[in-house]
Nanobody, 121 residues
Framework: QVQLVEAGGGLVQAGGSLRLSCAASGSIFSINVMGWYRQAPGNQRELVATKGSGAYTKYADTVKGRFTISRDNAKNTVYLQMNSLKPEDTAVYYC???????????????WGQGTKVTVSS
C-alpha cells in the first residue's frame, strides 16, 4: 500500500557527516508527519527527529545542533543531515511516516526497513 525506501547509511569516522533520505510511495493522499528513529543494539527504538507538513519540527536533545531534518512534501521525502557524528550515534535508523492518509480515507503509520549508521572512533 505504502512503501518507505531509505538510503544513505554507512560507515563514517567520528566528526564526519552522513545524509539519510527516505522516500514514501504508494497510495498516498497526505502525510502528516515524517521522521527518523534509531535503535542501537540492546536499546529501545528512540526518536531522533520529526517534521510535520508545515513548520513543526522536533529533535532529540542528543542530536540538537548536529542533525537537521528537512522534508520535500511534493516528493513525500524526508532527509536527515547528520553532522559532527559521534560513536554513540551508531544505530539502525528507521524512517517513519505518521498519520498517513491513503486513498480511501484511512489513516496509518508506516516504517522503513532501516539503514545502518556506524560511527567509528
Amino acid at each position: 500500500q505504502v512503501q518507505l525506501v531509505e538510503a544513505g547509511g554507512g560507515l563514517v569516522q567520528a566528526g564526519g557527516s552522513l545524509r539519510l533520505s527516505c522516500a514514501a510511495s504508494g497510495s498516498i493522499f497526505s502525510i502528516n508527519v515524517m521522521g527518523w528513529y534509531r535503535q542501537a543494539p540492546g536499546n529501545q527504538r528512540e526518536l531522533v527527529a520529526t517534521k510535520g507538513s508545515g513548520a513543526y519540527t522536533k529533535y532529540a536533545d542528543t542530536v540538537k545542533g548536529r542533525f537537521t531534518i528537512s522534508r520535500d512534501n511534493a516528493k513525500n521525502t524526508v532527509y536527515l543531515q547528520m553532522n559532527s557524528l559521534k560513536p554513540e550515534d551508531t544505530a539502525v535508523y528507521y524512517c517513519n511516516a505518521g498519520r498517513v492518509v491513503v486513498h480511501g480515507g484511512s489513516m496509518y503509520d508506516f516504517w522503513g526497513q532501516g539503514t545502518k549508521v556506524t560511527v567509528s572512533s
